[in-house]
């Protein structure tokens, strides 16, 4: 789900959904579809869309919602991700005498169910006692016979079609020809503070006459969801199916010993059975859900495990909320926090059972901190549109993201160290934010930033071990296309973000600058640093006072990178003044991992890099920010240009006491360096990591990536610093992988699981339709010196 141009902009605002089965773009101001298209079909997107008209009846005249608050904030995100799509639009001018957050539209959207839902919640009596959702399907399909409680429509043309019913057991649905009315009516006039509700619930298909009977036998016998919990303690759950969202949710508990430490290596283990009495597959979608109360709420890593706990692969979206107040007091929004949902579809065989294992850590998976990136709902906070957090471990957001540049006009916001303690020297609590950073910055010749837009997610990678989250988009009407990739790994050590960005031009273009990353943000920077070092592999290139007040920076040249690995690192940086007494601060830099690139059909121009002042935008304190950006003479860009970077974001403590975590290496290195920047170039040199296969391919080096030849990895590493994230690719199945490493003549198998097979991340690639196993490897050594290591994946007989 995304906006079809950027919110920063003027109007219209049109919001779009695609799904592997149908499409949609909705008018928010006009509350009404622009688009629908059922995919995979010969009739593309139609020009007569679904009309849709809703609102309360009064006197038996129906008087609609025509448009919205216009404020994007009123079209509020609840859920987005793998596999739900949802936004309530509410303070809907024509619903008068209604609760404002609590009424509206919802747009409920499955990859193959979608839902549009009137709620009601009267603040005084209502003249009227019907509540309405009229929906009218393009005229090039015809009415099908279909069973009680049900429309049907085939196209005229084609196989597709669209299944309908209610949403809700009193609504009464209706239809003349091809309108279709959802209706509920009250006995009495509508009466402050209950609930009406009434909606369809509309299935687009691509076979109508194949998929049925499936999709009335799964809605009128819905599937039957058992749970229970045997850890950490054992207890039945209680399971409901909600026709309106679409879900079967098992309702979580919160089972904790009071004790940080012990918990941070909880984990819940919900074992949970799926039956399909019905003659045909069904699909189920699965909320495993905590409201209300959610411990470590920030950092929830869900997985689906077999019966046998092997992690299958089948992943969970994570969406959740924490918000309680917006910046207006109010509390009284329908989607406030908190709340947790962990969202999953499965398709289950005709006749049959499955019995299954989800199993959750909100800090450590296998003992050490997961890494995890979620959706966070801000309903509650303010905004209300997309904002992704991610974190190691369950102690704070390490890294947030706002694609969309809503509230602070940066790609990257609040960052923190991680493993640090608060100023009154207490352990796993939330740690400064020194945000933000920023990703393809554009300023134009005539004008201010060129806006991100048609910001589309695609979460490959949720957790444990390594999360993967690619963002893509357009600036300037599709002159420049875009994606950039952000990752977390598993980790003890400090906080690291990998960013690959891939852009590539289309049209020529013109501008005042291109910054391809920066360090803080233009519009958001919490990092107040006092000095700044570059260099790179071969160490310390130089050193400097950064510029910390609203004076201009000194040299305000744009100077080239050099060597292979450059990296800049700020520190001494107190924390920012809103922050003091609260937290502690961390230091910050970046290192350019890699770089290609064709600017003005030149290959492989070197990167640049620029330090300014910046003191635009209300967050944070004047600063001096780095900037990855392009040779100072260049002011345009050719068609056919692009540039290919990987960047790696590292947070280290302020100061060496600061940092409580388990890792011995990082420890001795925090006290042994006189120079703080000397952590930089540990962290740029040491993970410069030469790989030499010997069965496999190797496709990444860091975070490493090697396809595997008939379910087999060879592989020999020098170097490597903390956890290192290791991918196989192309197995064939998820079950008993086994990664060896050699210690003098043996094998030796690696192990480092706490409960049993919770140390590795499983992921289905849908493409291949092969699994990719991700583990974390400590690639430390005696005074960091780059060790030889060598390695052996296999997956072994049952």
């Not at 988009?473 to 952000?486: A, C, P």
Request: charged share 20%; proline share 5%.
């Amino acid at each position: 789900m995304w906006w079809k141009n950027s919110i920063r902009t003027e109007s219209p605002l049109i919001f779009a959904v695609r799904t592997n089965k149908y499409a949609f773009e909705f008018d928010y101001e006009k509350l009404t579809f622009n688009s629908f298209s059922i995919a995979n079909t010969n009739t593309g997107v139609t020009n007569e869309p679904p009309r849709i008209s809703f609102g309360i009846e009064t006197y038996g005249k129906l008087y609609p919602c025509t448009h919205s608050s216009l404020r994007t904030e009123d079209c509020q995100l609840i859920h987005t991700g793998r596999f739900l799509q949802h936004r309530f639009i509410n303070w809907i001018p024509e619903l008068t005498g209604c609760d404002p957050y609590n009424s509206g539209l919802e747009i409920i959207s499955w990859n193959d169910r979608l839902t549009l839902s009137l709620r009601i919640i009267p603040t005084v009596i209502q003249r009227s006692n019907a509540i309405v959702i009229k929906y009218s399907i393009p005229s090039t399909y015809i009415k099908q016979t279909s069973p009680e409680g049900w429309a049907v429509y085939k196209h005229m043309a084609g196989t597709d079609g669209y299944i309908i019913t209610g949403s809700t057991d009193n609504t009464f649905l209706s239809f003349s020809g091809n309108n279709i009315e959802a209706r509920l009516h009250s006995d009495q006039k509508l009466q402050p503070g209950q609930l009406y509700q009434t909606g369809l619930i509309i299935y687009p298909v691509e076979n109508l006459e194949k998929e049925l009977v499936g999709i009335i036998n799964q809605e009128t016998n819905p599937l039957k969801v058992t749970a229970i919990q045997t850890d950490p303690v054992s207890s039945s759950l209680e399971t409901q199916y909600d026709p309106v969202i679409g879900w079967h949710s098992i309702q979580l508990r919160n089972d904790i010993s009071g004790n940080i430490t012990k918990d941070n290596d909880r984990m819940e283990r919900i074992k949970f059975t799926i039956e399909n009495d019905n003659p045909k597959e069904a699909t189920i979608r699965l909320n495993f859900s905590k409201e209300k109360e959610v411990y470590a709420v920030p950092g929830i890593s869900g997985i689906i495990r077999d019966k046998e706990g092997f992690p299958t692969g089948i992943p969970i979206q994570l969406s959740k909320n924490w918000h309680t107040t917006d910046f207006n007091n109010y509390d009284s929004h329908l989607y406030k926090g908190p709340w947790f949902h962990g969202l999953s579809v499965l398709q289950i065989p005709a006749k049959s059972k499955i019995t299954l294992e989800y199993s959750s850590v909100n800090a450590h998976w296998g003992g050490i901190p997961a890494a995890s990136h979620a959706q966070l709902c801000l309903v509650g906070w303010g905004s209300n549109q997309q904002w992704d957090q991610s974190a190691i471990g369950a102690w704070g957001e390490s890294i947030c993201y706002e694609p969309d540049l809503d509230q602070a006009s940066a790609a990257v916001l609040d960052i923190r160290p991680l493993l640090v303690i608060d100023p009154k020297g207490k352990q796993w609590n939330w740690t400064g934010n020194v945000g933000g950073a920023d990703i393809l910055y554009l300023k134009q010749n005539k004008g201010g930033r060129a806006w991100h837009t048609e910001m589309k997610t695609d979460y490959k990678r949720y957790c444990p071990n390594l999360t993967e989250v690619i963002y893509s988009g357009n600036m300037l009407d599709n002159k420049i296309e875009f994606q950039y990739s952000t990752s977390i790994t598993r980790s003890d050590d400090i906080n690291r973000g990998i960013y690959k960005i891939q852009m590539k031009v289309n049209e020529d273009v013109e501008f005042e600058k291109l910054d391809i990353f920066q360090l803080g943000a233009t519009t958001y920077h919490y990092g107040f640093s006092k000095e700044i070092a570059l260099g790179n592999e071969n160490g310390l290139i130089k050193k400097w006072k950064a510029n910390n007040n609203t004076n201009s920076v000194y040299d305000k040249s744009i100077k080239p990178f050099n060597g292979n690995t450059p990296w800049v690192f700020l520190y001494d940086s107190p924390i920012s003044k809103d922050q003091e007494g609260r937290f502690i601060s961390g230091n910050r830099g970046f290192i350019v991992r890699s770089w290609k690139s064709v600017i003005k059909g030149k290959n492989n121009i070197r990167p640049h890099w620029h330090e300014y002042n910046t003191t635009e935008g209300n967050h944070g304190d004047p600063c001096s920010i780095i900037t990855v950006t392009l040779p100072e003479t260049c002011r345009s860009l050719s068609a056919g240009d692009y540039i290919e970077a990987e960047i790696e974001l590292i947070v280290t403590p302020l100061e060496s006491s600061d940092y409580y975590g388990p890792n011995v290496n990082f420890k001795k290195a925090l006290s042994k360096f006189t120079s703080k920047w000397a952590l930089a170039y540990r962290e740029a040199k040491g993970n410069n990591i030469i790989i030499t296969p010997l069965t496999g391919i190797v496709k990444a080096s860091y975070p490493i990536v090697i396809s595997a030849v008939n379910n087999v990895v060879h592989f020999k590493t020098k170097g490597g610093i903390g956890y290192v994230p290791i991918t196989i690719q192309e197995l064939s199945t998820y079950k008993n992988p086994v990664l060896y490493i050699k210690e003098g003549k043996q094998w030796v198998q690696m192990d480092q699981s706490k409960y049993g097979n919770d140390y590795w991340q499983t992921d289905f690639n849908p493409i291949s339709g092969t699994w990719e196993i991700t583990y974390n490897i400590n690639m430390d050594s005696p005074g960091d010196k780059a060790m030889e290591r060598e390695y052996k994946f296999e997956i072994k007989d049952n």
